[in-house]
């Protein structure tokens, strides 16, 4: 069992939600951006009043198809704001998504506890001494900067065991440490440098992820996010992310039966209805 900011994941314990909170403008699902402070601090008290578990704050779109790439310094102004919003108004815990060293210094100084990283500390080099000094919870994603080709199970285990290697030289606890599968983020093109390049079918690569969730663990708690992303638009054929609320719900009461352990989420309410029988129907 593993505790993320002092709160059991994994095992017997139940399946955890973390609710998304982005200050970014161009992210690419509108209905989850909260720029002003009063939007903020509304959108924290819904996702602590619908159950949320933890609020994971995003200051910069890392979306693959959009070209968003924010400076350090707009990325740090926005989620400090946020950050101190929450800390005022909720005891949930907060993660920050970020895979800039010195973004994560910042907020760690604050007082965050738990650092998601799509990249798996791979993209800012300087990332593994922050965590080594801090010794933060980690959400590891699979990442590579690289074009990569093969089986897709076998691929994501190897990149997601290259940033356990790193986290483990950075003297985090084995105990503080859930993967993701980085749903999402492989594909053909895109216009960031913050996705894995594959060569072979990217929507049949997260369809197969979520069905093969348990290969994946690797006995570390898993993390999916899915909600509103690309794949489901793809197969059900609807390009406003608005309308992929239904889809969303169905990927991730699949991926609980499957092994999820956190569910990342925009839509908590309906997120934790779903996997509340989820988790009941699952063996």
Known sequence: MSRIANVGVGGKNPVRIMGI?????ESFYKKSISTTKNDIKNSIKQMEDDDADFIDIGGMSTAPYLSTIVSEKVETRRILDA???????SNLPISIDTCRSDVARTVL??????????????????MKDVISEFTPSLILCAYSSKTISGNDIVLTKKLLRESL???KKS?????????????GFFRKTGQGPFFTKIK?????RDLSIIKNLKSIK???PILISVSNKSFLGNLLGKENTTDRLFGSI????ISVINGADIIRTHNVCATKDAITIASKLSK
Not at 114 to 126: E, V, Y
Not at 171 to 183: G, R
Not at 250 to 253: D, F, K, L, P, W
């Open 250 to 253: 169905a990927a991730e009461t």
């Open 218 to 220: 690797q006995k570390y």
């Open 200 to 204: 072979s079918d990217w929507v049949k």
């Open 109 to 126: 100084e604050c007082g965050v506890e738990i650092i998601n990283d799509i990249s798996g500390l791979k993209f800012d080099k300087k």
């Open 21 to 25: 909170l982005n200050t970014s403008p």
């Open 171 to 183: 003297h985090t606890s084995s105990e503080k440490i859930v993967l993701d599968p980085a749903i």
């Open 83 to 89: 950050i101190k919003i929450a800390q005022n108004n």
């Open 165 to 167: 290697n790193i986290a």
